[in-house]
Structure formats: C-alpha cells, structure tokens
C-alpha cells in the first residue's frame, strides 16, 4: 500500500504535488485551529459567562439567607414585644404622641396596615418618627399624601398609610 502510494505521488506533476501540499497544510492548519485555539475559546467564554450565572446565583443565595435572618430577627422581637405586653398599635401610638403633633390619629385598617394623620408635624420630626416606626414597630410606609400648613413653613399636614415589612 506505501508502494502504491509512492508510485502515485512520483505520478503526479510538481504542480499536482504543490496543490496537494498547500491543501494539505491548509487542511492541518484548519484542524490545528479548530482542535487548539477554537475549542478552548470556547470554553473560556463559556467558563466566563457559567462563572457571572454562578456569581449572580449566589448573590440571590445571599439576599434570601438575609431575609430569613431579618425574619428570624424580627419574630424574636415580635415575640420580646409581645412578651411585654405592648401591641404594634401601642407601640405606633407611643410613636405618634411623641412626634409632637397632639391632634395626630392613628388608626388601625386591617391587621397589620395602620393609618396616621398628622395635623401639624415638622419636617425632622416626621423623619425621626417614620425612623422609629421602622425601627420599633416594624412597619413601612406604602403611601404618604403630605402638603405644607398654610402660614407656617415648617409645619406639614397629610397622612401615611403603614404596612408590615
């Protein structure tokens, strides 16, 4: 068979052998290619894109394991307020009164979503109640309609619808 072979080659014109030559280099030259530079491309991009799926896939992991510990926090205080006696509605009451508006109302709407309305409350005071809100009666705001009081600049009147976190 490499007998057959040789005398084929010997056969062939110097330009037939050339041909063959170029295309058998242009031949091991593409199978280099493909086998040593293509395929392992390949993988790196493939490696870069599973390594951005596996980053964002354990931030996911991440902020869940936050939350449960926020939930877990937040049912031992829920329980050590319980424990003292003291309801979310006393608590956000305590609040109010504090704020400094004697004619604010606070009104439970359903379990767990409370209305307040403020006569005339100051600026700093209302982000220092809504603070203490979140803070002690773990309640966040879900709407607030507040308007300055005519004749005093540093006073607002409104309401703030509140709902558990």
Do not use: C
């Not at 037939?16 to 091991?28: F, S």
Request: proline content about 4%; cysteine-free.
């Amino acid at each position: 068979m490499k007998q057959h072979l040789l005398s084929w080659w010997k056969g062939l014109s110097p330009r037939e052998r050339r041909a063959l030559g170029v295309m058998g280099a242009v031949l091991a030259f593409f199978v280099l290619w493909q086998l040593g530079i293509a395929m392992p491309l390949s993988s790196l991009r493939d490696s870069a894109r599973q390594q951005q799926q596996a980053q964002a896939q354990w931030n996911q992991v991440q902020v869940l394991r936050a939350q449960a510990l926020a939930l877990r926090q937040r049912g031992a205080e829920a329980s050590a307020t319980a424990a003292r006696g003291q309801s979310t509605l006393q608590v956000l009451q305590a609040l109010t009164a504090a704020a400094g508006d004697a004619g604010a109302q606070v009104n439970e709407i359903a379990p767990g979503s409370y209305s307040v309305r403020f006569d005339k409350v100051s600026p700093q005071a209302l982000a220092v109640w809504l603070q203490a809100t979140r803070q002690q009666a773990r309640l966040l705001p879900q709407n607030a309609d507040f308007q300055r009081v005519s004749g005093n600049p540093v006073a607002w009147q409104g309401s703030i619808l509140l709902g558990g976190s």
